[in-house]
């Protein structure tokens, strides 16, 4: 098992971005949607009798600065991913990678338990809203993750490092135009969730 998983993740590094992407995209939102399962399974009780709470609660004061609260809060992410992938890389796993799935795990806990800080009246609603807001805000971190997958610095056989097989610099990094396109989608895909989410609180 252990051997098919190491196997998946090394086939990362061999096709190109766009199909990389598409395969990081499919196993985050397989990782999403297992763990909003099990959310649901684990606290079935979080989709009864839920009180009703006006999304205007959770906004940051205006539109301009709830979508400012948004975007930065994903940026963050983003970067994280982005670093882990770029820093270091053990094997056929990057700290970006990692970061990813938690964050699809996560994500998908908070979807299942209707942890939201706006809690959805039902499943089809956050589904709704999912279709709206969150597939876009996880697709950019997909895209981003795909597009700086391959460009670690530093790479060791497995982990710990006990030796770097491959030093790069950051000055030697270079992007192809098909990842600069994707890192294009990313922002799309980031700033559009956003603005969305962000008129959706003003309501």
Not at 95 to 119: D, R
Not at 135 to 140: G, I, K, R, V
Not at 144 to 168: Q, Y
Request: with cysteine; charged share 10%.
């Amino acid at each position: 098992m252990s051997k098919s998983i190491g196997r998946f993740f090394s086939g990362l590094y061999q096709v190109g971005a766009v199909k990389r992407t598409i395969i990081i995209w499919l196993l985050l939102q397989a990782v999403l949607w297992v763990f909003f399962v099990i959310g649901y399974l684990a606290r079935p009780g979080a989709w009864q009798d839920v009180p009703a709470i006006a999304p205007a609660s959770a906004a940051v004061g205006g539109v301009a600065s709830t979508l400012g609260y948004i975007v930065f809060r994903n940026a963050i992410v983003l970067l994280l991913i982005g670093a882990g992938n770029i820093l270091v890389r053990f094997g056929s796993v990057t700290p970006g990678l990692l970061v990813l799935l938690v964050q699809g795990a996560t994500i998908g806990w908070v979807a299942g338990t209707n942890g939201f800080e706006v809690p959805f009246p039902s499943i089809a609603a956050a589904n709704l809203q999912y279709l709206r807001i969150g597939l876009w805000e996880t697709s950019a971190y997909a895209v981003f993750c795909g597009l700086t997958l391959t460009k670690s610095l530093l790479v060791a056989d497995g982990f710990p490092a006990k030796e770097w097989v491959e030093k790069h610099t950051l000055s030697s990094l270079k992007f192809s135009r098909v990842e600069r396109i994707l890192a294009l989608l990313t922002l799309l895909f980031l700033v559009g969730a956003a603005l969305v989410e962000a008129l959706y609180l003003a309501k």
